[in-house]
């Protein structure tokens, strides 16, 4: 079992940048697959952000594509982290932001394993 815990959230303008922080415990990180996901009020939970693992600790990454171009996601497994680096911010981006382990489904689809508590991100217009 994988314990995660997201930090960094708050509010901030339109055109800011906001870097989420998730911190991992209880499995080796290193070999894990990582990702976000984020749900606004009255809506779905959706994919924003992966980093996927594969033998000899390659890692892919893969987003969405309403955020490619502004987020990166990265991972620092020295600090069994993995992050969130929003920028260029838009109103639309409002929602609570998840951390997971991930698993990748058919084409880019990727399934949440293990959850955090979330996070809220509020962008003003």
């Known amino acids: 079992q994988v314990q995660l815990v997201e930090s960094g959230g708050g509010l901030v303008q339109a055109g800011g940048s906001l870097r989420l922080s998730c911190a991992a415990s209880?499995?080796?990180?290193?070999?894990?697959?990582m990702g976000w996901f984020r749900q606004a009020p009255e809506k779905d939970r959706d994919f924003v952000a992966a980093t996927g693992w594969s033998f000899g600790n390659i890692y892919s990454t893969s987003y969405a594509d309403s955020v490619k171009g502004r987020f990166t996601i990265s991972r620092d497994n020295a600090k069994n982290t993995v992050y969130l680096q929003m920028n260029s911010l838009k109103p639309e981006d409002t929602a609570v932001y998840y951390c997971?382990?991930?698993?990748?489904?058919?084409?880019?689809?990727?399934?949440?394993?293990?959850w955090g508590q979330g996070t809220q991100v509020t962008v003003s217009s």
């Open positions: 997971a382990t991930v698993v990748r489904g058919s084409g880019s689809t990727w399934y949440g394993g293990s």
């Open positions: 209880g499995r080796t990180f290193s070999s894990l697959s």
